[in-house]
């Protein structure tokens, strides 16, 4: 007899919202800042951790590093010709960079030295070397920043040229050749490009040796092979392969999660408490329409069925509105003040976008997390209610 | 036909308190019939009314409607009796004060669901039957005692149903209002509806339409 949707108990439930306006406009306050730092956390810690597997694999397949004395130390270039004799190799290249320390930003940049003519390592150095005249920025003494150093630059005031103090604790004056755009925002960010020869001046390196040597094999599946047999050929070594560097980053990148988890944790709890404090507490105005309802020949399946449109509507609603919110401010707004809890182990990420990721499950997982949980939250109570006899309640 | 078998409620306040507000109480209420309740206050008056509407349950005995028991009837069918069978004018009116004079006399028709046209027009009759169709859009908060009573009068009357119940229908009105109540009183009982009132108003004794006055005293039948 009743197949068709009860329209009138739908109008009767948002007509009871909007008569209950000033508690329910508290509950969908609540309600949609939970929700909305709820996703805000999880698509920031989605966008990151995208952006990192994407950094990884811009990273060299194979790094080779000559130890002394438990420490890092030049290598010699001429190992780059052995190396290529190792069958899978398709290409080793000795790279030459080092970090410098920024004292009145506090910040380090990776100070990176490209060969015009020698085979590059990143895709980016091909366009760069394309882009850019290095015999000219040789001559000039010239380098390359990208757009964030170029930024914290300006701000300490060194807007044409930056003296490098080099070990011998003489200055080399470098002037600012131009800006450019990296593959990825978290690493070339804080990335500085200059000829190798002024690289090798400021950090005093032979030009027999380099800092470290990448090495590219043509099948991923030998990566590892190719690294024992570098590390067999030259003891002295320590070799770094992809796989080595996602479990640091990802570890860096847990520690991170752990803020978030606790912030998580506090959040949910916050959302419990008071939806306990709501579950706990139906007004005796409430209690009162429950028993009229009833006293006038509503079943306690009608109330119920009310009472779930109820909070089904409220707490969509809201729902909605936080995740709408959180989008804008994630992804729009590229989550001021939260990033930086995240983005935290080097301040030079002003520029980094948060990429979008659209991710089904956390919006399902804060979904399930809120709405039906707020839903049982309104229905216990007021089943509780529906289910005395009516006389009680509206004596 | 309205029975009460060998009724006796006992409310439980607590373990050591208990009042008997009825103690077996026996009465026939036949189809058509205006009744008059009457007796002091506290007498049991308002619990036989609920009894016979099936908003509580007596302690021991039975009450049968129209050949149903329906003293054992589980919630959700006692709703349903209430629905079909019912129509009750609380002594409070209960009704909604938040929404308008439509919405209250609606409620009764919601779990029915309705069209639409068929719900209005309900609404409508029984708004004009008891005079109250021009305030249909105001807030019943809002309203005067004796349009508040008609309203509940009118939402009692919305489902058509054969039994009504008032309880102390006069008890918040002035003397023009409860004489109004009376014409109201001599309509219904026009339209056959069986009528039990429970009221201590002398108002009620010796009206040539009520049929029978049943003194209650202490929760017994005198
Ligand atoms: N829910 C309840 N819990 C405890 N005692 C109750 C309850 N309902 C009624 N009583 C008691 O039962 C007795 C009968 O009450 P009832 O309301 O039926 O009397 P009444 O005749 O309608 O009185 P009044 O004229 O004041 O409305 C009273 O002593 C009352 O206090
Ligand atoms: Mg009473």
Request: proline fraction near 3%.
């Amino acid at each position: 007899m009743r197949k068709k949707i009860n329209l009138y108990l739908i109008e009767y439930a948002i007509n009871a919202i909007l008569r209950q306006s000033y508690k329910n406009f508290f509950i969908v306050t609540v309600f949609t800042i939970l929700t909305f730092l709820l996703t805000s956390v999880f698509f920031i810690t989605n966008s990151l951790r995208y952006e990192m597997d994407s950094t990884v694999d811009t990273l060299p397949q194979i790094i080779v590093q000559k130890m002394k004395a438990g420490r890092h130390y030049d290598i010699d270039v001429n190992r780059v010709d052995k190396i290529l004799e190792i069958p899978g190799v398709s290409d080793a290249v000795a790279r030459v960079w080092g970090y410098y320390y920024f004292e009145n930003a506090g910040v380090n940049f990776s100070v990176v030295g490209i060969e015009q003519y020698e085979n590059q390592y990143k895709n980016s150095f091909v366009n760069l070397v394309k882009k850019f005249d290095f015999d000219k920025l040789k001559e000039n003494s010239s380098m390359l920043v990208g757009a964030g150093v170029k930024r914290t630059m300006e701000n300490s005031y060194y807007k044409e040229y930056f003296n490098f103090i080099k070990p011998n604790g003489t200055l080399k004056k470098v002037t600012l050749g131009g800006v450019f755009d990296g593959d990825t925002n978290l690493e070339s960010n804080d990335m500085i490009i200059m000829p190798q020869e002024i690289v090798r001046e400021i950090f005093d390196l032979d030009p027999s040796k380099a800092t470290d040597i990448v090495v590219k094999v043509a099948n991923p599946m030998e990566i590892q092979t190719v690294a024992s047999k570098i590390k067999l050929m030259f003891p002295d070594t320590r070799i770094i392969t992809t796989g080595d560097l996602k479990v640091s980053y990802q570890n860096i990148f847990d520690y991170k999660s752990g803020i978030f988890l606790a912030l998580f944790i506090v959040t949910l709890f916050t959302f419990f408490i008071i939806i306990y404090d709501k579950a706990s507490g139906v007004t005796s105005e409430e209690k009162r329409e429950i028993g009229i309802l009833k006293a006038i020949g509503w079943t306690v399946d009608d109330v119920l069925k009310e009472k779930f449109y109820e909070s089904f509507v409220i707490s969509l609603f809201s729902y909605g509105l936080g995740v709408g919110l959180s989008l804008a401010y994630v992804y729009l707004f590229q989550a001021p003040l939260l990033r930086d809890i995240f983005v935290g182990y080097s301040q030079l990420k002003t520029n980094f976008e948060l990429p979008f990721v659209f991710d089904m499950q956390t919006l399902f997982l804060v979904f399930l997390l809120s709405v039906p949980i707020y839903i049982a939250a309104t229905i216990i109570p007021s089943w509780k209610v529906a289910t005395l006899e009516a006389d009680e309640v509206i004596r | 036909m309205i029975k009460l078998k060998n009724i006796t409620k006992i409310y439980d306040v607590s373990k050591n308190d208990k009042v008997k507000a009825l103690e077996n109480v026996n009465l026939t209420i036949k189809e058509g019939e205006l009744i008059v309740l009457k007796g002091a206050s506290g007498s049991g008056k308002s619990t036989i009314l609920s009894l016979i509407a099936a908003l509580s349950k007596p302690s021991s005995g039975e009450v049968i409607v129209d050949g149903k028991q329906i003293s054992k009837l589980p919630d959700n069918f006692a709703s349903i009796y209430r629905r079909d069978n019912i129509g009750f004018i609380f002594q409070k009116y209960n009704l909604i004060p938040t929404l308008s004079v439509k919405e209250n006399i609606l409620l009764p028709l919601v779990p029915l669901n309705p069209d639409s046209e068929e719900a209005d027009e309900k609404i409508q009759e029984v708004m004009k039957r008891f005079h109250i169709e021009h305030k249909e859009d105001s807030v019943v908060r809002n309203l005067s005692g004796g349009e508040q009573q008609r309203v509940a009068i009118a939402r009692a009357n919305v489902n058509n149903p054969k039994i009504i119940i008032a309880d102390e229908p006069t008890a918040n009105l002035d003397e023009k209002l409860s004489q109004h109540f009376l014409e109201i009183l001599r309509e219904l009982k026009s339209l056959n509806k069986t009528i039990i009132i429970a009221t201590h108003d002398p108002l009620f004794i010796g009206l040539d339409f009520v049929d029978r006055e049943i003194e209650i005293h202490n929760g017994k039948i005198v």
